[in-house]
């Protein structure tokens, strides 16, 4: 039966404001917004001012809020929140990337101790109802890879840079739509595509990544001849995550690609996310939807309230079956990677060299590197260098014949 739900809003900004306002306009729900907490009190709303104020009591012990969505940018004040929400016996709807890929297990924990629901669908792929799917649809499908576009505001960014825009000015434009922050380390830099990784990690397969386990590289480092190559070449330059299991081992990093015009990503352009889910029996399918915006965005806060009138919860039972997976990181991808110098390039160790370009102002090289090389270096200051990974077809194989050790492999990815 549907039971009524009276929430408790812990922030009103972008997504917030497109909470109240599709809350507003939807007759399916049960559900109410009683009261708001936000930091600025002097900042003008859009409702009556009687609804806010600062004091995170007026929610978390009003026994009359049982539910508490959670929709701020600070992941520590907002760890703080969900864990004295949920240890009070209320659902949680957060949609807190960061948050969650740096505390998943211990939140889940203290939800099921509470015997009460945590959600989380628009921490990742905004509009694109892809945890849901992964709980419930892929539940009885042995999946083998996920991966996509997961950040809107590099999407938008990558765009227009195909299109001739530097990255400086295509960075200033989606400041300036509110696409990106004035800090925009975390989606530039492959942070928060990294948090959205591990989540769909743990979903797709079982298995809880820490979050410093996973590599993320972005795109702040990329160069005019860099999106030059790619145009020239027909290929656009896109900001992958990957995530692949073989066997029992589990791979996945965060970084440019260079795909070409066969590849799923290559018409996904401006704020829009995509996501491929490939499973033993479904095959490939492709989750298409805004991955920014207030309104795309809280329609996935919106259902995850809609759910709670049933009282959903998260099973995670792949989490329950697959106890062996390991975090694989002895393998070696094909990349491109870009040098203001032949002598900068020169101080990359491949492993295999397929192509090489010397100019006068930059050179590249095309080939296989090992991935704990990569790793070593951080490429996100490198401001001389810039990676794409080249795709291919998935396979995971000794990687003896690329004149190294034994025991290592190489992965090709998914096209």
Known sequence: MKKQLTIGLFGFGCVGT???EVLNKTTLLQASIKHIVIKDLSKKRIIDQSYFSADAKRILDDEEINVVVELINDYEAAYEIVTKALKAGKHVVSANKKLIAYYLDELVSLAKENKVSFLY?????????IIRNLEEYYNNDSLSNIHGIVNGTTNYILTKTSEGQSFDTALKTAQELGFAELDPTSDVDGFDAKYKLVLLLKHAFGFTAKQDQVWNYGIRQLKDWDATYAREKGLKIKLLAFGTRINNQIIGFVAPHLVPDNHFA????????????????????????????????????????????FDYAYEYKKSATEESLNFETDFAVKVYVSATSQEKLDQIAFLETHETYTGQSHSYKIGVIAYDQIVKQNWNNA???????????????????LKAKNNTYLIEELS
Request: charged share 15%; glycine share 8%.
């Open 18 to 20: 497109g909470l109240y």
């Open 121 to 129: 669908e628009a921490s990742v792929g905004g509009s694109i109802p």
């Open 266 to 309: 290559f018409n996904v352009e401006n704020e829009f996310n995509a996501v491929v889910v490939e499973a033993l029996f479904s095959d490939k399918q492709l989750f298409l939807g805004k991955g920014a915006g207030s309104h795309p965005t809280a329609s996935a806060v919106l259902s995850d309230i809609s759910a709670l009138q």
């Open 383 to 401: 401001s001389d260098y810039f990676l794409a990974v080249i795709p291919d077809n998935v396979q995971l194989t000794k990687k003896s014949d």
